[in-house]
Nanobody, 121 residues
Framework: QVQLVESGGGLVQAGGSLRLSCAAS????????MGWFRQAPGKEREFVAS????????YYADSVKGRFTISRDNAKNTAYLQMNSLKPEDTAVYYC??????????????WGQGTQVTVSS
């Protein structure tokens, strides 16, 4: 069992940066692939980025490639999403998840409660 808690969201101007954290409980965190998803009002939850359990392989949605970086510190049981050059269309609730490396939410077993990111123009 893994419990996930996101933090680091907030209000930022376009072009700014935020770093989201996902703190995990449980001794098996390091064995899970991690993912970040987001959901804007009225839209489906969409894939943002994923990271293999070892931290060596990553995958990004085209919309965030080159601007966002996913990482993890297994010693701290924490995953991160560094978001740079933010745009108003990045506004959403961001969720971290543990499970698959895939891009579909159904592949992930554990989810955090989400953290709001709002980017003003």
């Amino acid at each position: 069992q893994v419990q996930l808690v996101e933090s680091g969201g907030g209000l930022v101007q376009a072009g700014g940066s935020l770093r989201l954290s996902c703190a995990a409980s449980g001794r098996t965190f390091s064995s899970y692939n991690m993912g970040w998803f987001r959901q804007a009002p009225g839209k489906e939850r969409e894939f943002v980025a994923s990271l293999e359990w070892s931290g060596k392989r990553t995958y990004y949605a085209d919309s965030v490639k080159g601007r966002f970086t996913i990482s993890r510190d297994n010693a701290k049981n924490t995953a991160y999403l560094q978001m740079n050059s933010l745009k108003p269309e990045d506004t959403a609730v961001y969720y971290c998840a543990a499970g698959s490396m895939g891009t579909m939410p159904q592949g992930y077993v554990y989810w955090g409660q989400g953290t709001q990111v709002t980017v003003s123009s």
